[in-house]
Every structure is written in C-alpha cells, then in structure tokens.
C-alpha cells in the first residue's frame, strides 16, 4: 500500500527555523516526484515545488523561489520541505504528494500545520 | 504564473449534474492534455478525481467525467450525491520562462441542497 506520512504540527515564531519531513512507502521512492503543496487557511491549494528523489532535480513555483528549501534523502525514502526564517505568513497546512512525471498527484500525504506566530 | 480560473461555487439537487469550469491560457490549459482535477473534503487531504483531461483512477465513480476545450476544462458531476459535497480543484502543467511548472485553479465550492 502507497503511504506519505508526514511529520506532525509545528508550533514556531517568526524567525525561527524549521523543517517538515513525508516519508514514502509501499512504492519504488526514487521513481517518483514528490511534490509540497500549501493551503493557507480558508485558502485553496498552491504548488510549491517538487522533487524528483532519484537524481534530486528540483524545481520551484516562482512564488516559492528562495523562501523554501526542497529535499530528499533517498537512503531513508523521505522528502523534506524547509524554512531558513519563519514569517506569520508561512502559517498553513503543508501537503506532500506523489507524482509519475511530475503531475498528477496521485496519493497524498495527510498534512502538516505550521502555526507561525509573530 | 497565475492560478486557474475556477467559479468560486456550485450547487446542485441530489440526482442533477452540475459542471465546473476551470479556464487558463494557451501555456497551460490550452497547451497540455495534464489537465487533473482533485475533491477536498473538510480537513482532509485533496483526493485525485480525473487525470489528463478525462481518465479516472482506479475506485472513482464514473458519475465524474471530465473534458477539455481550448484553454477551458470541465469536470462534470452527474447523479449528485450528498457526500459529493466538497472543494473541487483543477490543475494543469504550465509552461514558464521558469520552466514547466504546475498550477492549481483557486477552487470551486461545491453545495448538494
């Protein structure tokens, strides 16, 4: 059975640092993109970036572009999304998802809630 | 890189069809068939619902369809059921100076009366 499961939620203040992790199962990990998707309160989905772990290409939203850190370490089938600097803005739920060619997304990760406070 | 244009709600009776639409451009919609849409239900996470313009995966009713014409997409929902109640989502692969991309559309609230 695919699973993403994904670290838990975070409670930071802004400046800090942190790092979420979505560790795959069930599948061939280096075969597959994965993918970081936030949704903001109340708000609708945004693709962030993604990452295919079997060479680590990486590619970036425009929007997402030198805000975050996407990652991967293949020995132990797991994708990391992270923060040098927190902002209040940053506060959203954080979705992992799995990827063939890099879309669609065909299973996803349950969510992590990053709660940034000011 | 903007999002895709999507009604921010529909409604329907159970037993109706209703269609969603999600519009782009040529260097989205318009140029790729990787059109996918997702359902979201309350404090869940997004399910895939249709992929490349109209194929479904494995264990999705066939009263989900999807289609494509020009740089507009639809998912059509035939038989309304309560529980298809939710947030629906279309996204599609974009092509920027920053390289092919994804983008979702804003999200369309679907009501069952």
């Known amino acids: 059975e695919v699973q993403l499961v994904q670290s838990g939620a975070e409670v930071k203040k802004a400046g800090e640092s942190l790092k979420i992790s979505c560790k795959g199962s069930?599948?061939?990990?280096?075969?597959?993109?994965i993918g970081w998707v936030r949704q903001m309160p109340g708000k609708g989905l945004e693709w962030m970036g993604i990452?295919?772990?079997?060479?680590?290409?990486?590619r970036y939203s425009p929007s997402f572009q030198g805000q975050v850190t996407i990652s991967a370490d293949k020995s132990i089938s797991t994708a990391y999304l992270q923060w040098s600097s927190l902002k209040a803005s940053d506060t959203a739920m954080y979705y992992c998802?799995?990827?063939?060619?890099?879309?669609?997304?065909?299973?996803w990760g349950q969510g992590t809630l990053v709660t940034v406070s000011s | 890189q903007s999002a895709l244009t999507q009604p921010a709600s529909v409604s329907g009776s159970p037993g109706q069809s209703i269609t969603i639409s999600c519009t782009g451009t040529?260097?989205?919609?318009?140029?790729?068939?990787?059109v996918s849409w997702y359902q979201q239900h309350p404090d869940k996470a997004p399910k895939l619902m249709i992929y490349?313009?109209?194929n479904r995966p494995s264990g999705v009713p066939d009263r989900f369809s999807g289609s494509k014409s020009g740089n507009t997409a639809s998912l059509t929902i035939s038989g309304l059921q309560a529980e298809d109640e939710a947030d629906y989502y279309c996204?599609?692969?974009?092509?920027?100076?920053?390289?092919?991309?994804?983008?979702f559309g804003g999200g369309t609230k679907l009501t069952v009366l």
């Open positions: 490349e313009v109209s």
């Open positions: 069930g599948y061939s990990f280096t075969t597959y993109w």
């Open positions: 996204s599609s692969y974009s092509y920027t100076t920053s390289g092919t991309l994804v983008v």
């Open positions: 990452i295919y772990p079997g060479d680590s290409d990486t």
């Open positions: 040529s260097s989205d919609v318009g140029g790729y068939n990787y």
């Open positions: 998802a799995r990827s063939y060619g890099g879309n669609p997304f065909d299973y």
